[in-house]
């Protein structure tokens, strides 16, 4: 016969609560915003294998067979970045809607951020994207035109470092996150 163990349970209840309203709706829109620059940065890693593709193959100023090829890939990239920063606004909408419905009320959503705060941060977050957006946009209106080393340098610098987005803005997203009991 089978020996059973009891079954140990915590006797703290679940700190898990299953949230609605206007607290399920911005922690929605926290993941929402989380996931659009997870694949924000995706698209970035195989923009900038394009771009160091492009400037390997020219190497003077003609155009070279397969520069088209790779412009048109990048051109998809850059088209794909801006979907998602169209996407970041949307949220940054829906965030202000929320945060207009919450004005009067008393008390925090969350822990410890005023309402204001979530469409300040995703806001943030929306301007630094949208501001990238335009800088990838003229790399690619430009890449295929240098065949100068230091323009080429320039370009996948530019790319690589995302300038426009401030090193504080992933502790923006952090806090966010952890605002909304996601991390």
Request: glycine letters at 4%.
């Amino acid at each position: 016969m089978a020996n059973f163990l009891p079954t140990i349970t915590s006797p703290k209840p679940s700190t898990q609560v299953n949230l609605t309203g206007n607290p399920r709706i911005l922690k929605d829109l926290a993941a929402d915003t989380y996931n659009f620059i997870q694949k924000w940065n995706k698209v970035h890693l195989h923009g900038m294998s394009l771009l160091r593709s492009i400037t390997e193959l020219k190497v003077d100023s003609s155009y070279p067979r397969g520069l088209q090829e790779l412009c048109d890939d990048l051109e998809k990239d850059v088209d794909q970045m801006d979907r998602i920063v169209t996407s970041l606004k949307s949220v940054v909408s829906r965030t202000n809607a929320v945060v207009s419905l919450q004005e009067g009320k008393k008390g925090k959503i969350f822990t410890t951020w005023p309402t204001e705060y979530f469409s300040e941060a995703i806001e943030e977050i929306y301007e630094a994207y949208k501001n990238e957006a335009m800088m990838k946009r003229k790399i690619l209106e430009n890449v295929a035109h240098f065949h100068q080393e230091s323009m080429k340098m320039l370009h996948l610098t530019i790319w690589a470092h995302q300038s426009m987005i401030p090193h504080k803005l992933g502790m923006t997203l952090q806090s966010l996150l952890a605002e909304t009991g996601h991390r």
